[in-house]
């Protein structure tokens, strides 16, 4: 469905990505997995149009859309989810949610109901200003926002980041769900052991490199992985 070949992003003299190749199936779960700053934004960045590539291509179902621009993109079911949540504070959220359809027209009954059987913690809080939610209840709703678009692909960029392990555990049972109903998800994420166990398989990132890849179970039991990431030797 999704498939980058060698992708090279610069920033300036800055090279984010360096010949990156990787693929994401119908109904696969992959995840971007490395330490800070190894290309994880850029690439989810660099496939949803929002950094220009130098080099390579991205194809979307066979088709190139390099050059395409986001809001062309999200209409073509590519829905990018981003680092530090990005909603509407001062929104409700229910005007957050009807943002997020905005590709879909007015979005119907059927589509708050299926947000709201993800995210049931969401459906009292209707009228409540997204700026008031706590910070699992704001990352619940940037990804039910992104869900509201009818997503062929669900991008993540670090949806765990700054949340309490309670909140992360209901986020990877909410994935789960997901991953279950069929949803294609393409996961950027700095805890390795974490996101490795959601997913069908798993790209290590180093320095804007794919440094490993191959099945999730397998990356998780990979010597270099093991003691790079999780400081065993």
């Not at 989810?81 to 504070?89: A, D, K, L, S």
């Not at 980041?161 to 789960?176: S, Y």
């Amino acid at each position: 469905m999704l498939e980058l070949k060698n992708v090279t992003l610069f920033y300036g003299a800055v090279r984010a990505l360096d010949s990156v190749s990787m693929e994401v199936g119908t109904g696969e779960v992959v995840v971007l997995v490395g330490a800070n700053g190894a290309g994880k934004s850029s690439l989810l960045r660099a496939i949803s149009g929002l950094n220009p590539i130098s080099a390579g291509t991205i194809l979307w179902k066979g088709n190139s859309i390099v050059g395409s621009a986001p809001h062309l993109l999200v209409r073509q079911g590519i829905i990018h989810v981003p680092e530090g949540r990005r909603i509407f504070p001062d929104l409700s959220v229910k005007e957050n949610l009807v943002i997020g359809a905005y590709c879909q027209g007015k979005p119907k009954e059927a589509d708050f109901e299926k947000a709201f059987n993800y995210f049931p913690e969401l459906a009292d809080k209707l009228d409540r200003p997204g700026g008031l939610l706590s910070g699992g209840e704001q990352q619940m709703l940037a990804i039910a926002r992104g869900l509201m678009a009818h997503p062929e692909i669900l991008m993540m960029d670090e949806p765990f980041m700054g949340l309490a392990p309670i909140i992360r555990e209901r986020l990877i049972e909410i994935f789960g769900v997901l991953k279950r109903d069929g949803q294609a998800m393409l996961i950027s994420e700095q805890n390795v052991e974490m996101a490795l166990e959601i997913a069908d398989r798993g790209y290590v990132l180093e320095t804007g490199k794919v440094a490993l890849s191959g099945p999730a179970e397998e990356l998780l039991k990979d010597e270099r992985v093991v003691q790079a990431y999780f400081g065993l030797e």
